[in-house]
């Protein structure tokens, strides 16, 4: 899974990103520091993996992986070129979602770009910095496509639909609100790879004061949370500079200290979360004497599909799959004691795989 991290510049989201990845990107208190896209990788927290490497003796356990490209802050006009202009954007077409970083707090020594403290507007004047790089990306598909269109009929249709999505766009609209039942029209949507069309998560940045009740009291937060409703995105709410603090904590003193806070988990998790959610993710797992691994993969897929994720062979040959849920499996402390049980199954082809199943593939190619 891969994350786009945008923002205005002084929201907290360099210091975020720093935090998620310890990748240490520069944050400081003032615009543009970030020039170069950051790109960091996180692995995706799973107390399932620890026990049944413990379980197994596995020489290796991989989790699941979460790539952040964190960009430089965007200013009203960047499209225009203002600040660093929106060169940045392509570094993010490819992310499977954008987290959009919101200041839901009042701090006068931290400079506000457009000087005051105002949710609704930030994520506006970002919503038409994304709108205008999309325009710019139809713009050369269509002048692409015209060409081709006069003796295509397909390829007409397709421009008809490009002026109709750049109109959309042009009334101030995200791609995601563009409205169609056409099965090639949706097609060919989802393939421009427009940022307005990409799901999207709000981190809704406040001080420490307003974490233990989830933002609750916080009228910034309640607006972010309002706007994310009405455009079916999901929002968590994160303190970056405890966040930060946090990454510097091994373990046990993460745990220790997210409990004085009165918090249940880190902003990563909540993140993670959110970003399962949005995208409808789940994982599976494999487990063995050699490594432990979760495997991401989208709710709904069928035990093939699955298999597919580990090699292609083995979607290819797929004969059964051997499922038993991580809790009978912990339960009962051993894959011997599950199956002496009726807790391991056989599964087929049309078997849709389940979060937190612990599966062994039999295929032959």
Not at 15 to 34: D, I, M, Q, R, V
Not at 64 to 93: M, W, Y
Request: hydrophobic share 40%; net charge negative.
């Amino acid at each position: 899974m891969k994350l786009g991290i945008v923002g205005l510049p002084n929201v907290g989201k360099s210091t975020l990103f720093n935090s998620l990845t310890k990748a240490g990107a520069e944050s400081a208190n003032y615009p543009f520091c970030t020039i170069d896209p950051n790109v960091g990788v996180v692995m995706v927290p799973d107390e399932r993996l620890t026990k049944l490497t413990e379980m197994y003796h596995s020489q290796k356990t991989v989790p699941a992986v979460i790539e952040f490209v964190d960009i430089a802050g965007l200013v009203k006009g960047a499209s225009k070129g203002e600040g660093l202009g929106n060169q940045f954007l392509s570094n993010i077409r490819e992310v499977d979602a954008i987290v959009h970083v919101v200041r839901c707090f009042e701090d006068t020594n931290i400079i506000h770009v457009d000087g005051s403290v105002n949710p609704l507007r930030d994520i506006e004047t970002i919503n038409f910095e994304l709108i205008f790089s999309d325009i710019e990306v139809l713009d050369r598909r269509i002048a692409k496509a015209v060409k081709g269109a006069k003796n295509d009929k397909t390829l007409a249709k397709e421009v008809e639909l490009l002026n109709k999505i750049k109109a959309h766009l042009e009334d101030g609209k995200l791609a995601k609100t563009f409205a169609t039942d056409d099965e090639d029209e949706l097609e060919w949507l989802k393939s421009y790879n427009l940022l307005t069309y990409k799901p999207v998560i709000f981190a809704a940045n406040v001080v420490e004061d307003d974490l233990a009740d989830d933002g609750k009291g916080n009228d910034y937060v309640e607006q972010v949370r309002k706007y994310a409703k009405e455009f079916d995105c999901e929002v968590f709410v994160v303190c970056a500079q405890i966040e930060q603090e946090i990454s510097e904590l091994d373990d046990e003193e993460k745990k220790m200290f997210l409990e004085e806070l009165g918090l249940a988990e880190s902003g990563l998790e909540k993140l993670i979360k959110a970003s399962y959610s949005l995208l409808g993710l789940i994982s599976y797992l494999t487990a063995g004497e050699t490594e432990t691994k979760a495997w991401t993969i989208t709710k709904g897929t069928k035990a093939p599909g699955a298999a597919g994720k580990i090699h292609s062979d083995f979607e290819r040959g797929f004969i059964r799959a051997e499922v038993v849920s991580y809790e009978h499996l912990i339960e009962n402390g051993s894959m011997a004691a599950a199956k002496e049980k009726g807790l391991v199954r056989s599964e087929g082809k049309e078997y849709v795989v389940q979060d937190g199943d612990v599966i062994l593939f039999k295929f032959n190619v």
